[in-house]
């Protein structure tokens, strides 16, 4: 069964930086579509950042864009999300995803069917 384990997360101020790491248990989550997802309190969970295994391209939302980098070591089978200047908005469960596809042109959250327990991020101001 593919497992996935997010680590990393931890409270910093406004403007702090933090690395997440996401270790996959089996490397054939690398040839479909990753992502980072987060969810805050009452919110829907939403996608910040994804890896495609297609083109090697990656994309990011709007709200995240030159402020976090996601990357992949396949020799590690590890995902990590580098998050830079880092504001209160920031603040929010992260989760880890391997997708059903080879292409993150499906990005839903339904097309997704791997998934971390989360890992927590808190940004004070």
């Known amino acids: 069964q593919v497992q996935l384990a997010e680590s990393g997360g931890d409270s910093v101020q406004a403007g702090g930086s933090l690395r997440l790491s996401c270790i996959f248990s089996?490397?054939?989550?690398?040839?479909?579509?990753m992502g980072w997802f987060r969810q805050a309190p009452g919110k829907e969970r939403e996608g910040v950042a994804y890896?495609?295994?297609?083109?090697?391209?990656?994309d990011y939302a709007d709200s995240v864009k030159g402020r976090f980098t996601i990357s992949q070591d396949k020799a590690k089978n590890t995902l990590y999300l580098q998050m830079n200047n880092l504001k209160p908005e920031d603040t929010a469960m992260y989760f880890c995803?391997?997708?059903?596809?080879?292409?993150?042109?499906?990005?839903?959250?339904?097309?997704?069917?791997?998934w971390g327990q989360g890992t927590q991020v808190t940004v004070s101001s």
């Open positions: 995803a391997g997708g059903y596809y080879y292409s993150c042109r499906w990005r839903a959250t339904s097309d997704f069917r791997y």
């Open positions: 089996e490397y054939t989550v690398s040839s479909r579509c």
């Open positions: 890896n495609d295994p297609d083109d090697g391209s990656t």
